[in-house]
Each structure stands twice: as C-alpha cells, then as structure tokens.
Nanobody
Framework: QVQVVESGGGLVQTGGSLRLSCSAS????????MGWYRQPPGKQRELVAA???????NYADSVKGRFTISRDNTKDTVYLQMNSLKPEDTAVYYC?????????????WGQGTQVTVSS
C-alpha cells in the first residue's frame, strides 16, 4: 500500500521561507511522478509544482521564481522550497504520487499540511 506523508508546514511572516517534505512509501519512488497541490480557504485545489521521474519540473505561474520542487530518490522524498511567501500562498498543501503500474498510473494523496502566511 502506498502511503504519502507531508511535513514542514507552519506559520510564517510575509517574505519568509518554508520547506515542505513529502515521503512516499510502498512504491519504487524513483519511478513516481510527484507533485504539490494547494487548496486555499474556500477555493479549489490547484497545482503548485510537479516533478517527473526523469526530473523535469513545471510550476504554476503564481509561484515561478519563488518556489522550487526537487527530489531525493535516495530518501524517497520530494521537497518544495518556498521563498518570498505571500499571504495568498496560505493554503493546505497536498503532495501527490503518481505511481506506475504497467501502462497505468495511480494517484495517491497525502493528508495535507497547513501553510499560513501572515501579513
């Protein structure tokens, strides 16, 4: 069974930094595509950043130049470094793992971690 667990959220002031971590056990981590989504209060979940098994990345326009996604396959962990945080970055952040099973990928979600940016 694949388990996805996030950590690293918290309260930070505008302009501050946080690093989120996400581990995905129960799979061959290096073959997973991984991503971070967020859900602000009263809004829909949206993609923040993603990284493929080959290391290609993509970002939401709103976080480009401020957030960096990376992965360490030796630790089965993906990271989201968030710099220059703004109040509008306040949200529950979710990690996802897209796990390949043959020709199909199955998506697994973590429980989410709260990030609050105070003005």
């Amino acid at each position: 069974q694949v388990q996805v667990v996030e950590s690293g959220g918290g309260l930070v002031q505008t302009g501050g930094s946080l690093r989120l971590s996400c581990s995905a056990s129960g799979s061959i981590f290096s073959t997973n595509d991984m991503g971070w989504y967020r859900q602000p209060p009263g809004k829909q979940r949206e993609l923040v950043a993603a990284i493929t098994s080959a290391g290609s990345t993509n970002y939401a326009d709103s976080v480009k130049g401020r957030f960096t996604i990376s992965r360490d396959n030796t630790k089965d962990t993906v990271y989201l470094q968030m710099n220059s945080l703004k109040p509008e970055d306040t949200a529950v952040y979710y990690c996802n793992a897209d796990v390949p099973r043959g020709s199909v990928k199955f998506r697994y979600w973590g429980q989410g971690t709260q990030v609050t940016v105070s003005s």
